[in-house]
């Protein structure tokens, strides 16, 4: 069974920081691409940054310079800094099977920033 688990959200000040936790069971990490995603109340989903299992990362403009994606053995991090209150949203961690292109997600954990 499949299963990944984000946590770390939070309500945070403008210009704190905070970092997310994707937590991965049932499947080979290694071959999985992962990614966050968020979505903001009345907005589309919207890719924030990815990792291959080769450690490549991309980032969406707004977040570049501010958040960083990293993973370890069977966990993706999210680091988030100069948080702003346009990054409020859902943050949601995603995982593609690089062969199968088998897509995972998890449940969510929500991100305020107040201002």
């Known amino acids: 069974q499949v299963q990944l688990v984000e946590s770390g959200g939070g309500l945070v000040q403008a210009g704190g920081s905070l970092r997310l936790s994707c937590a991965a069971s049932g499947i080979i990490f290694s071959i999985h691409n992962m990614n966050w995603y968020r979505q903001a109340p009345g907005k589309q989903r919207e890719l924030v940054a990815g990792i291959t299992g080769g450690g490549s990362t991309k980032y969406v403009d707004s977040v570049k310079g501010r958040f960083t994606i990293s993973r370890d053995d069977a966990t993706v991090y999210l680091q988030m800094n100069s948080l702003k209150p346009e990054d409020t949203a859902v943050y949601y961690c995603?995982?593609?099977?690089?062969?199968?292109?088998?897509?995972?997600w998890g449940q969510g954990t929500q991100v305020t920033v107040s201002s």
């Open positions: 995603n995982a593609v099977n690089s062969l199968t292109l088998g897509v995972y």
